[in-house]
């Protein structure tokens, strides 16, 4: 039976069970990524009831704690027009791996033919938040994705308005490709514009 390229890369992160861990030397924070459990994503449905939280991330954050499906759907939606239709490869962010998450990785879009990939990092946890943890995270899936999943260009789509992402991202290397104007619908029916950036291999 053949095995589709994209296949084998969501297979061989959805099935790791390992933690990939990143540390700031200087500060010595750590957080790691790891694959994550109903139970977790459960906890992070609990996180997103913040009403800040629409207004940054640009979707409807409030779920039912049942809702777990769509809530990975609503994270893993993407923007991009390259990217394509692809199963979602979510990862909990973690301080340690014992503890409950305090915010998601997803990756998303994949695109096997252009090795493309979109990439969204929320810390849910607001007592964490404006920390430098989204930036660690954000640090190793990169790491991750171009060494172990072979894709070149990892992409962001992030509201204009979300000053402190788009800066996260510039201090990794992403840089702005385009600025899309009222391509996105906020939860109000508001059209907001969003940020294009890449980070190439």
């Not at 084998?8 to 933690?19: A, D, P, Q, Y």
């Not at 809530?71 to 340690?96: C, E, H, R, T, W």
Request: charged share 25%.
């Amino acid at each position: 039976m053949l095995i589709s390229a994209s296949n084998l890369v969501e297979n061989s992160i959805m099935e790791k069970k390992t933690f990939l861990e990143q540390e700031h030397k200087a500060t010595g924070f750590k957080v790691f990524l790891g694959s994550i459990e109903d139970s977790h994503v459960k906890h992070l449905i609990k996180l997103a009831q913040d009403p800040k939280l629409p207004d940054l991330v640009g979707w409807n954050t409030f779920f039912e704690l049942d809702e777990t499906e769509k809530f990975i759907d609503a994270i893993s939606d993407y923007a991009l027009p390259y990217s394509q239709k692809s199963k979602p490869m979510v990862f909990g962010v973690y301080l340690n791996p014992l503890d409950l998450p305090i915010g998601y990785v997803a990756l998303k879009g994949l695109n096997m033919e252009l090795l493309t990939i979109e990439v969204g990092v929320a810390i849910l946890d607001e007592k964490y938040r404006n920390k430098g943890y989204g930036k660690l995270a954000l640090k190793r899936i990169a790491k991750y994705t171009f060494n172990e999943l072979q894709v070149q260009t990892i992409a962001a789509a992030i509201l204009s308005s979300n000053n402190s992402s788009i800066n996260m991202c510039k201090n990794l290397g992403f840089v702005v490709k385009e600025i899309m104007y009222n391509s996105w619908t906020m939860p109000n029916g508001d059209l907001e514009d969003m940020v294009w950036m890449e980070l190439t291999k």
